[in-house]
T-cell receptor
Framework: RKEVEQDPGPFNVPEGATVAFNCTYSNSASQSFFWYRQDCRKEPKLLMSVYSSGNEDGRFTAQLNRASQYISLLIRDSKLSDSATYLCVVNIKAAGNKLTFGGGTRVLVKP | DTGVSQDPRHKITKRGQNVTFRCDPISEHNRLYWYRQTLGQGPEFLTYFQNEAQLEKSRLLSDRFSAERPKGSFSTLEIQRTEQGDSAMYLC??????????FGPGTRLTVT
């Protein structure tokens, strides 16, 4: 079983719609959580950290459920520029802060 | 540009040759990480440094791979006797005290 699992998609989303997807993690010692965005053949870029109480950044909302060991990302009012792969990432401080990535969820926003 | 930089951006080499990649982190960041990413997968951790000390190496890092960060600033990743399976994007990231990591543009290696 992979440490971080994501639905690879693609999620085909009409422009202006809302899309949400989850990822699950297996290590209960995971302490920090992030969503990174990766465009084709580019490096991952930090989208947002995920806090225990949930947090919002503009059109993006992230939630953490420690009991069920999953995190979610919701994108409202999708833009064409939101088309990308979204990487779920966990960090175990006791393991030197190395990041463990999921395989990514591909989102395609269409006009 | 004060972000993470990597050089070269692309490298094509023949099987059996040695290659070396360089990463320059964000200047005040004390931690530097190397990851490898293959098509359709998320990045996988290879190794990390805190200042000049290499603190962890993944089992993915075979004895053909070596990384250094001699003065706690830039880092190099060397692959000896390259194999076709080494073809991947090699990503470097840096962070301050283990907080959020910022990635460089990567070095895309193709072994023919």
């Amino acid at each position: 079983r992979k440490e971080v699992e994501q639905d690879p998609g693609p999620f085909n989303v009409p422009e202006g719609a809302t899309v949400a997807f989850n990822c699950t993690y297996s290590n209960s010692a995971s302490q920090s959580f992030f969503w990174y965005r990766q465009d084709c053949r580019k490096e991952p870029k930090l989208l947002m950290s995920v806090y225990s109480s949930g947090n919002e950044d503009g059109r993006f909302t992230a939630q953490l459920n420690r009991a069920s060991q999953y995190i979610s990302l919701l994108i409202r009012d999708s833009k064409l520029s939101d088309s990308a792969t979204y990487l779920c990432v966990v960090n175990i401080k006791a393991a030197g802060n190395k990041l463990t990535f999921g395989g990514g969820t591909r989102v395609l926003v269409k006009p | 540009d004060t972000g993470v930089s990597q050089d070269p951006r692309h490298k094509i080499t023949k099987r059996g040759q040695n290659v070396t990649f360089r990463c320059d982190p964000i200047s005040e960041h004390n931690r530097l990480y190397w990851y490898r990413q293959t098509l359709g997968q998320g990045p996988e951790f290879l190794t990390y440094f805190q200042n000049e000390a290499q603190l962890e190496k993944s089992r993915l890092l075979s004895d053909r791979f070596s990384a250094e960060r001699p003065k706690g600033s830039f880092s190099t990743l060397e692959i000896q006797r390259t194999e076709q399976g080494d073809s991947a994007m090699y990503l470097c990231a840096s962070s301050l005290l283990g907080y959020e990591q910022y990635f460089g543009p990567g070095t895309r290696l193709t072994v023919t």
